[in-house]
């Protein structure tokens, strides 16, 4: 199902909801449409590094 996350503008609410197509999202706090969506499916995802592993042995040990 099409659920995604939407913000509003109006009172800084944060909420998810179905959208089918160009419905217009209203708030279910204050009912306002001034709502954007939010990315959560690419979201990043803080409190984490990644790290790219650009070797191939994979053993951890460093080679001089
Ligand atoms: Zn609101």
């Keep these: 199902m099409p659920i995604y996350e939407y913000h509003c503008a109006a009172c800084g609410s944060d909420f998810e ?3 089918f197509g160009q419905a217009t999202v209203l708030c279910p706090s204050c ?3 001034e709502s954007t ?3 959560s499916l690419f979201g990043f ?3 984490g590094t990644f790290v790219a592993s650009a070797g ?3 053993c951890g ?3 001089g």
Excluded: Q
């Design 56 to 58: 191939g042995c994979g």
């Design 17 to 19: 909801t179905l959208v």
């Design 37 to 39: 969506r939010r990315l």
């Design 61 to 63: 040990a460093s080679h």
């Design 45 to 47: 995802r803080s409190g």
């Design 31 to 33: 009912e306002s449409a």
